[in-house]
Each structure stands twice: as structure tokens, then as C-alpha cells.
């Protein structure tokens, strides 16, 4: 598994858009350990973000 590391002083890049590349990375981790209930766990998290992101913003 490659990681790419991003410049954090990137601008394009608002606190929302790093969390849900850190949580796809972590669930892709999870995944690799063959972790499913931390991989479904740091799903729903994401979903609940995104909807939380949705309705708040």
C-alpha cells in the first residue's frame, strides 16, 4: 500500500475533505488487518460526518 503525502499548507483542501481521506485510509488499514467491525465502525463514522457536514455547514 503507497501513501502520498500531501502538502498540509494546501489550501484546496478544507478540514472536512483531510478528515475523509484520513478515515478512507484508516478504513482501508482496518480492511488490509482483515479488522471488519473497525473498518464498518470508521464507515458509519464517515457517513455520520458527511451528514453532519450536509446539514451544518
Do not use: H, P
Not at 501513501?3 to 478540514?15: A, E, G, P, W
Not at 482483515?34 to 473498518?39: E, S
Request: net charge positive.
Amino acid at each position: 500500500m503507497t501513501v502520498n503525502i500531501i502538502d498540509m499548507n494546501n489550501s484546496n483542501l478544507s478540514s472536512s475533505r483531510w478528515l475523509e481521506l484520513f478515515s478512507a485510509l484508516k478504513i482501508g488499514i482496518d480492511c488490509e488487518q482483515k479488522n471488519a467491525r473497525a473498518a464498518r465502525r470508521s464507515m458509519s463514522y464517515m457517513f455520520l460526518m458527511k451528514v453532519k457536514w450536509a446539514t451544518f455547514k
